[in-house]
């Protein structure tokens, strides 16, 4: 499974979220899905917002563009950022740091 899809209007991104990590950022792949570790604990909706944050600033649209479309009260998440239209330079350099190993 691809970490990513390309959709019409933006891209589906599927990830797994590590919450109370020590700062916000990209820590690989894992299990076919892109970790990411977010500072903000997994309560009352806080890991997610910090999320949809940290996605907002690395693919450089408003926040109000990223939407969690499945898995809001789990890990493992699908992410929907619309109007994006490739990956970020830190995702495709993450994926060649993977592939590389």
């Known amino acids: 499974m691809d970490f990513f899809r390309r959709e019409t209007n933006g891209l589906t991104l599927f990830c797994v979220v590590q919450p109370n990590a020590s700062r916000d950022g990209l820590a690989g792949l894992h299990d076919g899905r892109v970790k990411v570790q977010v500072s903000s604990p997994p309560i009352d909706g ?23 479309v499945r898995g809001a009260g789990s890990r493992q998440k699908t992410l929907f950022i619309d109007g994006a239209s490739a990956l970020p330079k830190a995702l495709t350099s993450l994926l060649s740091q993977e592939t590389a190993h």
Do not use: D, Q, Y
């Not at 890991?47 to 690395?58: G, P, S």
């Open 46 to 68: 806080k890991a997610n917002e910090r999320l949809i944050k940290f996605i907002a600033k690395t693919f450089g649209v408003a926040k109000s563009r990223v939407a969690v």
